[in-house]
């Protein structure tokens, strides 16, 4: 089994919609189920209503799985289990006030030396823990040996005893740690590979030592994927507008194009412009550079482009409004000047809307509107524009301005036959 497993803390990042997206296809190529898991034991943190628009996003992109968890449910496991470590004296009960441990961290910084817990409640007398009747958190021991993490991208990294530490499993409100809860559930659901961001590396060894302790020796892959870096090198955080998939789609990205731009970041792929489908049929963990991708959103817009011009007429039509094939044409006559979906409603909007007309041409532009109300109607452009002259006199500029502004909601865009074609049948909508 593969899992995707968000917290339902924020709008999704790009880079957990990639970390979907690489699971999915794996279990597509491994034919292994998918599941979701929703971290959701950090209460304070959640914001309610991200578990479903989670989800949404995840239809929305074609990303199915076969199971859908609420990490909150498996609370009786994690308890269970914390407690088997306690019993098998492979965890212990900590004490320490959350003063002294900051007292602690103070001194390692002025040292410049990390901060590592100082074991003072591991050996407690079995007297002194029952007398004790502080708040205590459950802390794993520290494993004896160094731990090694093979990764399908990074390769193999060691963790020596004391870079994992004695780490909190269970807080003092006997709710566990994201690495405890974490490392569980991947062994109760049997997960095989595990694929996420780099930023969870450090995280892996802990996770392993977990398991480990508690006996658990089915080997599980790893993938971490590399960080995304924004226009200026840095991480992109939530403060980038671009690094919400809420905002790409409002923006008028489409899924299908940001699937191919997330794939295509920072890999090896046999063409620039392709559907999921197709990834599928090629796609290899093995092939992703191990440094950090670079997200540019002009590339993003010449990849939506493309897969807009692939989009068939009616369902670019309903994008951006109609149900109608012949709309759908004449939006993809402005997919060379507009690269998103709100550029596009904004061009079609601009047809069917009041227009502006620029004072030398509104005496043009209002006897155009008259003779296109009386207009019998008209196959062929030529036909059209030969009716307009005889009715109104204009020709050149003073015809073809005031035209292109009442046809097309502009003084400049595709050629005017190319509009009539598709606008014949909508003069009446048009010329208000």
Same mark, same amino acid.
């Given at each position: ?159 020596? /005893? ?196 620029? /004072? ?73």
């Amino acid at each position: 089994m593969l899992r995707f497993a968000p917290s339902p803390t924020g709008d999704m990042h790009i880079g957990n919609l990639r970390v979907a997206l690489f699971n999915y296809i794996m279990s597509k190529k491994r034919n292994e189920p998918l599941l979701i898991r929703i971290e959701d034991t950090d209460k304070e943190r959640n914001i309610a209503g991200k578990e479903d628009e989670i989800l949404a996003i995840l239809a929305l992109f074609g990303i199915t799985y076969q199971e859908h968890q609420m990490q909150s449910n498996s609370l009786k496991f994690h308890r269970a289990m914390a407690l088997q470590l306690l019993h098998d004296k492979k965890a212990f009960n900590c004490f320490c006030t959350p003063e002294t441990l900051e007292a602690s961290r103070e001194g390692a910084k002025e040292n410049k030396i990390a901060y590592r817990y100082d074991g003072a409640c591991e050996n407690l007398h079995a007297e002194q823990v029952i007398d004790n009747m502080n708040p205590f958190t459950i802390r794993i021991k520290k494993p004896d040996h160094s731990i090694t993490v093979t990764d399908i991208i990074k390769g193999e990294s060691t963790f020596a /005893p004391n870079d994992i530490d004695s780490f909190i499993i269970m807080r003092a409100d006997k709710y566990p740690t994201y690495n405890f809860a974490c490392a569980v559930d991947d062994m109760l659901s049997d997960v095989s590979l595990i694929i996420r961001g780099e930023d969870h590396l450090s995280n892996t060894p802990k996770q392993i030592a977990i398991q480990q302790a508690l006996g658990y020796d089915r080997k599980i892959e790893y993938a971490h994927l590399p960080i995304i870096l924004g226009a200026e090198g840095k991480k992109m955080s939530k403060r980038d507008d671009a690094s919400s998939v809420k905002w790409l789609l409002e923006e008028g990205f489409i899924p299908s194009a940001i699937i191919n731009y997330l794939i295509l970041m920072g890999n090896k792929t046999p063409k620039e412009i392709f559907t999921l489908d197709e990834a599928i049929e090629w796609f290899s963990l093995e092939t992703i550079s191990k440094s950090p991708a670079y997200f540019d959103i002009d590339k993003l817009r010449f990849i939506n482009r493309e897969h807009l011009k692939m989009m068939e007429p009616k369902e670019l039509s309903r994008y951006v409004g109609f149900a109608d094939e012949e709309i759908g044409n004449l939006t993809k006559l402005f997919i060379e000047e507009a690269s998103t979906l709100k550029e596009l409603r904004e061009k079609i909007s601009a047809i069917f809307a009041p227009k502006i007309v620029p /004072p030398e041409y509104q005496e043009g532009f209002t006897q155009l509107q008259e003779a296109i109300k009386k207009a019998p109607y008209f196959d062929t452009y030529e036909a059209f524009k030969s009716y307009l002259i005889e009715q109104t006199g204009l020709k050149g500029k003073n015809l073809f301005k005031p035209l292109r502004i009442l046809i097309g909601g502009s003084e400049h865009g595709p050629e005017l036959a190319d509009l009539y074609s598709y606008l014949k049948n909508y003069l009446g909508e048009i010329n208000k």
